[in-house]
């Protein structure tokens, strides 16, 4: 008989609390090992079982999610989803959860959040399964970035502006559950003069702001939530804003993004499979595509098209993915070119788009 994943809930509200244990109960690959009101109860509870998965709120009494997030990937990793309502100051604290190690986030509404939950059924079951195969590894204290200068410290800004080449490179990155420490290690990588980069990392609304200045501070290239219309260039990378379709074009010589509100693509909007069908559209043989850690197939069809219009395809490897789904599903379609591990990537772009 299969082992069902067993569930610690943890959230100071006894609605979600049930409502959580209602919806993956119904799931036959889930149960609920127990709730918890608070870290200092779940705490008492993990003495006697530890969790496979643990769903975690942040603003709770006594000790908020973050801190005993924190203490637990310092210590005894276990795979945590953080399920919290998302402010602006709560996006900050949202990536946080995501640096110290949570493997996904849901986003909880101020309002209706039982009927939000039930809504979100299948994507929750989804991320508590994933999570449960997510290798995750104890979190230790990042070094601190040293200040990026800009060359004005150097040169004043020239006058007039060169025109882009058309034989310009470009890399198009779709990542989902565990995306966001392997962008930074892939991106924190990559040399100043890097081809331009367009990025899909699913992530809720008013998250990819916070995460592309975060990534912007570590990085030697540029990186900034992409707004419509902002050209591709070398040395700077652009990151889907959450909840909108981002998608590559090509006026002349100069490739652009556009932002588009839509449905939801293999579930998801940003959508992988969109960004990489436009590339393989508007950019072909000029292009490299990279697929990396995530749950579930986004981005497969898409980079099988990218493949057959003669662009070069990456997929993570099974060993450095916190979750091999997309990866997979990318070779099982027969869409991937070369198969790297994480720190494999950004010297094969380097090497690859050499001018």
Do not use: W
């Amino acid at each position: 008989m299969k082992k069902k994943i067993r569930v610690l809930v943890v959230d100071d509200s006894a609605l979600v609390r049930k409502t959580l244990t209602d919806l993956l109960t119904s799931d036959p690959d889930i149960e609920i090992m127990a709730t918890a009101s608070d870290p200092f109860v779940a705490a008492q509870k993990m003495k006697n079982e530890v969790p496979d998965v643990i769903t975690l709120d942040v603003e709770m009494p006594r000790m908020d999610g973050i801190t005993f997030l924190k203490k637990i990937m310092s210590q005894h990793p276990i795979p945590i989803i953080i399920c919290s309502t998302l402010t602006d100051k709560g996006t900050e604290t949202a990536f946080k959860a995501l640096e110290y190690g949570a493997v996904e986030i849901i986003t909880k509404p101020k309002l209706g959040t039982r009927q939000f939950l039930e809504e979100s059924k299948v994507r929750i079951c989804d991320a508590v399964k994933a999570a449960a195969r997510a290798r995750v590894k104890r979190i230790l204290p990042r070094k601190k970035a040293e200040p990026k200068l800009t060359a004005d410290a150097v040169i004043a800004k020239p006058l007039s502006r060169a025109m882009v080449k058309t034989t310009e490179k470009i890399v198009v990155i779709g990542a989902s559950t565990g995306g966001t420490e392997a962008l930074n290690t892939l991106l924190e990588a990559l040399p100043q003069d890097s081809p331009g980069i367009v990025i899909v990392q699913h992530m809720p609304e008013n998250f990819t702001a916070s995460f592309a200045k975060r990534l912007d501070l570590s990085c030697k290239i540029n990186v900034k939530e992409a707004v419509d219309n902002d050209s591709v260039l070398r040395g700077r990378a652009l990151i889907a804003p959450g909840n909108y379709h981002l998608l590559l074009k090509r006026s002349g010589a100069r490739y652009h993004v556009q932002i588009k509100t839509g449905p939801l693509v293999s579930r998801h909007r940003p959508s992988v499979d969109v960004l990489f069908r436009s590339t393989a559209r508007y950019a072909g043989a000029n292009a490299i595509g990279v697929i990396m850690t995530g749950m579930g197939d986004d981005g497969a069809q898409g980079m099988l098209e990218m493949k057959d219009a003669g662009a070069f395809t990456i997929a993570q490897d099974e060993a450095t993915s916190v979750v091999f789904g997309m990866p997979q599903e990318a070779i099982k379609r027969g869409g991937v070119k070369k198969i790297l591990p994480l720190k494999g990537i950004a010297p094969f772009i380097v090497q690859e788009t050499k001018i």
